[in-house]
């Protein structure tokens, strides 16, 4: 992975840490013990309060999922009316989990920043008018680029009149641009912070984290699934599995009642079987997209298999297309030999059902894993059609949707 | 400007022997004539690695620094296999050595980290590629690591010599599937990169193109891009304003992400749409309206690299060149049943090439769930027979009664000498053990003979006696320099007592004795030793046990099997004598003066 989006709470908690600022937030989810978590954060009971959903996803004043000037009482009950029922935002729906409450803080600036990675740059973006509106406003925020290797920017914001406030936020820039570089976020943004008694307060903030840096960052934080998107128990599983191992399992179920499935070696190959599926117009019939890479051995490749065989008895599947590349360094042989232990355990399922199998593979042993394959069909009687580098990668696609047409 | 020639050598950084092979097994089939790995860094040793340069074994110095390798080497290329937890580091640290292109193979370097390399080499005028990638291959020049694949698909692709494309992909996986569609439906790759599938690439599929805009040996340019990003408008933008003159057959992959209801990360961390500008069909329609050839599905891609070859560079004509053919692993041949040759070793006790040790064809396991004794596991091992109780038995016996006599002894004595002498266990339970010979416990075997051959003569204990006294010859087994039949050795007694008992046989117990009782009449100390009675006990345990042929029996005798029982029996005492010299932590052992006599 790599970009990955944390919760408003967690970013606004990193910040706090680093610049050695208060954090005034509680985050509310089913299993909030709400005694303790007055106790901890006092300022509950003697604030007037925000609350709002922390799932990933912003314009939520404007979906009207956001509670403002509110008691404590207020805001128990709209984390009562909210939690663990669906919202939806744009296109997307999905099940609320955890909600954030603030301190309300009444305001009349609200200013925009933020901070997100190019190639040979950061950008910062301002605007002094920021909120809800921002992208209306587009025009007026400010782009500041500065080059990855250039240690300290200079920062002059535009459209800020009073000088010592100027003073202040172009500070308050300067060290959450530090802040942003230091802990490997890949994108933050603020939206919007204003200046309390010449303090930055932040009120909104958006923010993804680069995965990859946890074994050297300072934080320590959960990252969930993106909203509308919780992963099924299967999904889960594999994700756990790719997580113990070197080598590299995905999974995502597109429609559990796809009539193709997928079990594909390799990032690249994956996308392209998919691609050629939705180019020949089988988009709908897809049922997973998911690949395995990075030599996985066959204990693996027996678990990631009979995930995806499982599933797609259970959704009734009619074509498996195994598909790759030719490999690099990965034993095709060996591989195999886990996805044939899983086939063989549902073949009875799978002959009834009526599933075709196609396969296309080649690199390191690749004979030996197609010869595998050929025998498994001889053994258990599904027609398994089988071909090599000889064959071009996509070919058994056509192949398989014209059974499926017929 | 082509990255590889046929001169340019690498260090690779991490101990890959495997990808090491890999290099120089392309190496030999493009007939290169030096290897193309100069030298491997390895921080935690410096022991030379060896590799095969054809059939020929040659040493690749190793290198605790890649300052130190870089230095020796003048190698250009640096090869990066550290995982991502230090290539920021080993990677920054190369870059300010002269190497021209470096590769980083890791995947999950922090971006950041891959942004401030990506920027610094820039500055320095170098070529990065990765991370996240297998690397590249300049056909028929040079090979960075694992890319290509086996031998057998690199020749397919021909990638042993160069052709006219310069191909560039994200993927490291599909660049090979790629090699393998441009090696024949073309006259071939020049080179081939792969630039990795993280979001922040050392160099772009740009760089790369461009590149190959500028070397003239480039006849087409293939470009396989990804979903994410927006590379490939910069690419269509160079083509719009003529900077990029060659044809270019292009395919950007992720346009399934239209119809996926959420946000999926692919497998490759910049596969990412994040806006509409950057999904596959968009920079596919840019690519297409600014002049490059783009097919309609990935299906068609080969055979679009085909049309537009034929029609912009030329016919692809058969080409008959060769690779120089490359000797075949000894284990893969094996595996192939392609060679054979005479082993070296035959062994027929014991095998430990599955799960369970096997003594004599039994799993070790079974043996202990059977409660098999040390008489058993010597029954197994030295006469691979499962052989009666009473025979293990017996022989368990005889390791009890020669495991030790005292500390006078020669072996014991040795043995003490040479502990006392700092020397550590095993070498003094061999200086022990080197003392058995025919003066010391090694006549069991020579006595052994000496029964079997009368029996076998049907001989009288009268006769053997004065046969022996003719030929003036000591009978071994009789004879004893302190018990005698006033003093009888208790040892020999319980060995006739236990083998009366339970053997079937013990005729040349009975001509042992016999031949005692004509001894013992010239001289009280002429009796039947411990050495005479096991050798006859053995022979009788031999003849009560059908499961010995008489091949066999004649063969252990001869081989002289029975000396063996005083050597691990007496093993037993030699090693306890070392310890003991030990724990009473005795000083040098010096022989007197007094007890030498100086002529």
Redesign the interface.
């Known amino acids: ?3 990955r989006s944390i919760r408003e709470f967690d970013g606004k908690k990193i910040l706090a840490v680093a610049l050695g600022t208060p954090l005034k937030g509680a985050l509310v989810s089913s299993q909030t013990d709400w005694t303790l978590l007055v106790k901890e954060n006092p300022w509950l009971k003697t604030e007037k309060l925000v609350a709002k959903p922390d799932m990933c996803f912003g314009k939520r004043g404007k979906n009207n999922l956001l509670l403002l000037d509110a008691t404590l009482e207020q805001a128990k009950s709209f984390c009562k009316e909210k939690i663990g029922k669906s919202a939806t935002v744009g296109k ?1 729906s999905g099940t609320v989990t955890h909600v954030l409450i603030e301190p309300f803080v009444p305001h009349k600036t609200e200013y925009y920043v933020a901070f997100k ?1 190019e ?2 740059v950061d950008v910062i973006l301002f605007s002094p008018e920021g909120g809800i509106d921002i992208e209306e406003n587009w025009e007026k925020v400010q782009h500041i680029e500065v ?3 250039e240690e300290t920017p200079k920062l002059k914001l535009n459209g800020i009149k009073d000088a010592s406030e100027k003073k202040t936020v172009e500070e308050f820039i300067l060290n959450v641009f530090q802040v942003f ?1 230091e802990n ?1 976020f ?1 994108f933050l943004e603020l939206n919007p912070f204003t200046l309390v008694k010449g303090e930055a307060v932040i009120l909104g903030s958006v923010a993804r984290l ?1 995965d ?2 946890g ?2 960052a300072k934080w320590d934080v959960e990252f969930p699934a ?1 909203f ?2 919780e992963l099924s128990k299967e999904e889960q599983y594999i994700k756990s599995l790719d997580e113990k191992t070197g080598a ?1 399992l ?1 999974l ?1 179920v ?1 429609n559990p009642k796809g009539k193709v499935w997928t079990l594909v ?8 079987y ?7 117009g089988f ?2 019939e ?1 049922a997973n ?1 998911g ?1 395995y ?2 030599n996985p051995n066959d204990e693996e490749t027996y678990q990631y298999a009979k995930t995806v065989l499982d599933l797609m008895v259970k959704g009734g599947g009619k074509v498996l297309l195994i598909g ?6 990965t034993d095709v042989a060996k591989t195999f030999k886990g996805i044939i232990q899983a086939l063989e355990e549902q073949a009875p399922a799978l002959k009834k059902a009526g599933v075709k199998i196609y396969v296309r593979r ?3 042993n690749y004979e030996k894993g197609l010869d595998l394959m050929r025998q498994l069909g001889v053994k258990t009687g599904i027609p398994i059609q089988v071909f090599g ?1 000889e064959t ?4 058994i ?2 192949m398989a949707l014209k059974e499926l047409k017929s | 400007m082509p990255l590889f020639t046929k001169e340019t050598t690498a260090v690779i950084y991490g101990m890959q022997a495997a990808a090491i092979q890999r290099m120089l097994d392309f190496d030999w089939m493009c007939g290169r004539k030096v290897p193309s790995v100069a030298a491997v860094v390895n921080p935690s040793s410096s022991e030379i690695t060896t590799a095969f340069f054809g059939s020929k074994q040659i040493l690749i110095p190793v290198y605790k620094t890649t300052q130190e390798a870089c230095e020796k080497t003048k190698a250009e290329v640096f090869i990066n296999f550290a995982s991502f937890r230090s290539a920021f580091e080993t990677t920054d640290e190369a870059l300010d050595l002269p190497f021209k292109t470096l590769v980083v193979i890791a995947e999950s370097v922090p971006e950041r980290q891959a942004r401030q390399l990506a920027a610094k080499s820039k500055k320095l005028g170098k070529v990065l590629i990765g991370p996240a990638t297998v690397g590249g291959i300049g056909a028929g020049t040079f090979k960075i690591g694992n890319s290509g694949g086996t031998v057998e698909a690199m020749i397919a692709a021909k990638l042993h010599r160069p052709g006219s494309v310069g191909f560039v992909s994200k993927s490291g996986g599909m660049s090979n599937e790629m090699f393998n569609v441009i090696g024949n439906t073309t006259d071939g790759i020049l080179e081939g990169i792969a630039i990795g599938g993280d979001a922040f690439p050392g160099t772009s599929l740009l760089d790369h193109v461009m590149r190959y805009e500028q070397d003239p040996a480039v006849k087409l340019i293939v470009m396989l891009g990804e979903l994410g990003g927006t590379d490939e408008y910069r690419i269509a933008e160079a083509l719009t304003y003529k900077k990029i003159k060659k044809p270019l057959v292009a395919w950007v992959t992720g346009t399934c992400a239209t119809v996926f209801p959420t946000e999926v990360q692919f497998g490759h961390a910049g596969a990412k749409s994040g806006s509409d500008k950057e999904s596959a069909q968009a920079k596919n329609d840019a690519l297409r309206k600014a002049g490059a050839f783009v097919p309609k599905s990935y299906d068609d891609f080969g055979e679009l690299v085909h049309k537009v070859f034929v029609e912009k560079v030329g016919p692809v004509t058969k080409d008959s060149s060769a690779p120089q053919p490359l000797p075949a692993e000894y284990k893969d041949a094996v595996a192939k049943n392609k060679v054979r040759r005479p082993a070296s070793i035959i062994s027929s006790i014991s095998d430990d090439r599955g799960e369970d040790v096997l003594y004599n064809k039994v799993p070790l396991t079974n043996l202990l769930n059977e409660g098999a004794s040390v008489g058993d596991i010597i029954a197994a091992l030295w006469f691979k027979k499962k052989l009666p109780k009473y025979a293990t038995e017996f022989m368990e016996m005889t390791l009890k009664i020669t495991a030790d006599h005292g500390p006078a002894v020669s072996g014991a004595h040795n043995a003490i000498v040479a502990s006392r002498a700092g020397k550590d266990l095993v070498s003094s339970l061999c200086s022990g053990l080197l003392t058995i010979g025919p003066r010391f416990g090694g006549a069991i075997d020579d006595a052994a003979r000496v029964w079997q051959a009368a029996i076998k003569a049907n001989q009288t204990p009268k006769g053997f006696v004065d046969q022996m006294k003719e030929k003036n010859v000591l009978i071994p087994g009789i004879g004893h320099r302190i018990k005698s039949v006033a003093n009888p050795d208790a040892r020999v007694a319980a060995l006739k007592a236990y083998a009366l008992k339970h053997f079937k046989s013990h005729k040349h117990l009975d001509f042992a004795l016999g031949v005692e009782a004509l001894t013992t009449q010239k001289k009280g100390n002429l009796i039947l030793n411990v050495d005479g009675c096991i050798a006859a006990l053995f022979l009788d345990l031999f003849d009560s046990c059908p499961e010995f042929t008489q091949e066999e029996k004649d063969q252990l005798i001869e081989i002289g099997v029975l000396n063996a029982f005083f050597a691990l029996g007496r093993s037993i005492g030699i090693i306890g004598h070392a310890i003991d010299q030990k724990r009473l932590q005795q000083p040098l052992y010096r022989h007197g003066w007094d007890d030498v006599v100086y002529l």
């Open positions: 992975m790599a970009q997307v990675c190639q040979a080059p990855v290797l570089r490997d890949s680069d990859t840096a074994f050297k993106p509308g998107r590299s995905k995502t597109l070696a390799g990032g690249g190959a994956s996308v392209i998919a691609d050629t599926l939705v180019d020949l988009g709908k897809m997209y690949e890479s990075g790759g590349g030719i490999a690099n360094f080649g690199g390191p580098p071009h990668m996509t070919k696609v056509p």
